[in-house]
């Protein structure tokens, strides 16, 4: 089979949920080719996109989060627009996806893919303009990447919605989403987190971390967000000697930089920008604290690290936090004091550690690609 994979560049969650899929179709002896979605429309409109969703995020959290929570307005402009222009749209942002729709299908037309799958809402919108326009002929699938449904599910039809947990079914049927067309299969993650290195061997291959400390793995997303500065300074204050930390910072050079200057001389903290060795550090430390990102935090649970999650990104990210909370998977933290008290505690808690692992283990599907490959498998032979 050739599959092909949508991905777009508002964060790495998406794109990092393509490659486990397509790392698993190459497993198989399938072909399958990861596209921007949105470069269907230009690399300058892609790249606009992203970087203005980005920028939203680092400046505006809180209008974002009202943005994402706003899931019910945007049809009431879109039939102001239908009206006006004779047209039949559903959401604006479908209305502007629905542009690029003819260089999308001479592309999976040319290279002859047999089904598509789409870890992002916008192609997905795409996609069923497609097929309501009886252009589109092959099966079709949507990654969610969160424990919530993404604003805009409700824009898309005739694609089958990949489900990241049976509990968020009913929010997806709220939505407008047959409940024939959710397959709660989990959120996909690289091999790579299935077979994790001991605790031991992770450790020797770090400089700096022994065996008998306590090790802090900090993760502040793809694109380095937070207050990982003082939540790294902090803890550090607080706890022993044998207590270190793995920072990892992303692309976020500035804040690489900012910690390595103020806490590089303690000898107690790794500072590293972005890397493809998250499994080997998340296989080293103790325990995890990370922004309640889709993939970070289900990568981390399939490992089965004990989760801290910090302050979430208004929206999706709270929605995760609140879905891990609940089940026991993740202690929910929004202070840095509230953070830096819950590491302390954690990393100093074997029994509590067990508890989480143990609540991750029975709600997070460790193979949820393969799951998700063998349905894509199965709707399109």
Do not use: W
Not at 176 to 192: D, K, L, T, W, Y
Not at 211 to 238: P, R, T, W, Y
Not at 328 to 344: F, G, L, Y
């Amino acid at each position: 089979m050739n599959i092909l994979i949508l991905s777009c560049n508002t964060g790495g969650g998406h794109n990092t949920a393509a490659k486990a899929l397509a790392e698993e179709l190459s497993r198989r002896g399938h072909t399958s080719e990861i596209v921007d979605a949105l470069a269907f429309g230009s690399q300058l409109y892609s790249d606009l996109i992203c970087k203005s969703y980005i920028e939203m995020i680092k400046v505006a959290p809180k209008f974002f989060g009202k943005v994402y929570n706003t899931k019910s307005k945007q049809g009431e402009v879109t039939s102001e627009i239908e009206e006006k222009l004779g047209i039949d749209l559903k959401t604006p942002v479908y209305a502007i996806n629905s542009l690029y729709e003819k260089e999308l299908l001479d592309f999976i037309e040319e290279k002859h893919f047999d089904a598509v799958i789409a870890c992002h809402i916008y192609p997905s919108q795409t996609l069923t303009h497609l097929y309501r326009h009886d252009k589109l002929h092959i099966p079709a699938f949507f990654i969610n990447t969160d424990y919530d449904p993404t604003p805009m599910v409700e824009d898309i039809e005739n694609i089958t919605v990949i489900a990241a947990h049976k509990d968020v079914i009913p929010g997806f049927i709220s939505r407008g989403v047959p409940e024939n067309m959710i397959f709660p299969a989990g959120i996909p993650v690289s091999a790579r987190f299935n077979n994790p290195l001991s605790k031991e061997t992770a450790r020797a291959k770090i400089d700096g971390i022994n065996d008998d400390d306590k090790v802090i793995l900090l993760m502040s997303g793809s694109m380095g967000f937070g207050n990982s500065v003082e939540i790294a300074q902090k803890i550090l204050e607080s706890s022993d000697e044998k207590t270190k930390i793995i920072a990892i910072t992303g692309s976020n050079t500035k804040l690489k930089e900012e910690m390595e200057e103020k806490l590089g001389s303690t000898g107690r903290i790794i500072v590293l920008g972005f890397t493809d060795q998250v499994p080997l550090y998340l296989a080293a430390c103790d325990i995890i604290m990370t922004k309640p990102g889709g993939l970070t935090t289900t990568e981390a649970a399939v490992m089965n690290v004990p989760l801290i999650h910090t302050s979430p990104i208004p929206g999706c990210e709270t929605a995760n936090a609140e879905f891990f909370q609940k089940r026991h998977m993740a202690i929910k933290t929004t202070t840095t004091e509230e953070t830096v008290q819950e590491a302390v505690r954690l990393v100093n808690d074997p029994f509590l550690c067990e508890q989480i692992k143990e609540a991750q283990k029975h709600y997070i599907n460790p193979f949820a690609a393969r799951d998700i490959i063998d349905f894509v498998l199965s709707k399109t032979n």
